[in-house]
């Protein structure tokens, strides 16, 4: 039940997580909320065999619901719907990864440029974005 689940979030990280819309004790929207808050980046769906536009849209929009998917379901449909989750969370810690190391190289690249400055002409923004001058190559 939702009790179990909510214990495997607190201790194990997941890059997908599936929940019914009806659970005893707590609905899908309240639990996928909980996940949210507790591993943004996992990717949430949601199954369910009701059609009220206005729970579904709360469930996406509290929730971040990535996909609703209807009961009953089609097995390759689930299945594909999981494995694209997957790999959008795959693309996500990649993201991640590449957006640090990237911040990481600036920082060093600002660093030597401001104990070398006659080593590298290199200009920064007020944000300390690197600024790419294509008259400065001529």
Same mark, same amino acid.
Do not use: C
């Given at each position: 039940?939702?009790?179990?689940?909510?214990?495997?979030?607190?201790?194990?990280? *997941?890059?997908?997580?599936?929940?019914?819309?009806?659970?005893?004790?707590?609905?899908?929207?309240? *639990?996928?909320?909980?996940?949210?808050?507790?591993?943004? !980046?996992?990717?949430?769906?949601?199954?369910? =065999?009701?059609?009220?536009? !206005?729970?579904?849209?709360?469930?996406?929009?509290?929730?971040?619901?990535?996909?609703?998917?209807?009961?009953?379901?089609?097995?390759?449909?689930?299945?594909?719907?999981?494995?694209?989750?997957?790999?959008?969370?795959?693309?996500?810690?990649?993201?991640?990864?590449?957006?640090?190391?990237?911040?990481?190289?600036?920082?060093?690249?600002?660093?030597?440029?401001?104990?070398?400055?006659?080593?590298?002409?290199?200009?920064?923004?007020?944000?300390? =974005?690197?600024?790419?001058?294509? !008259?400065?190559?001529?």
């Amino acid at each position: 039940g939702p009790e179990l689940a909510i214990k495997a979030l607190e201790h194990s990280r *997941f890059h997908v997580v599936v929940s019914d819309y009806r659970m005893p004790g707590i609905d899908g929207v309240q *639990f996928l909320e909980y996940a949210r808050a507790r591993a943004p !980046d996992m990717v949430r769906i949601i199954l369910s =065999a009701m059609v009220d536009r !206005d729970a579904l849209v709360e469930a996406i929009n509290t929730a971040e619901v990535y996909r609703v998917l209807a009961k009953p379901w089609d097995n390759h449909d689930l299945i594909a719907t999981v494995e694209r989750a997957a790999e959008l969370a795959q693309m996500r810690e990649t993201n991640r990864q590449l957006l640090a190391q990237l911040r990481q190289r600036d920082g060093l690249l600002m660093d030597l440029s401001q104990q070398h400055p006659d080593l590298l002409q290199v200009q920064f923004d007020a944000d300390g =974005a690197l600024v790419l001058d294509d !008259d400065a190559s001529q």
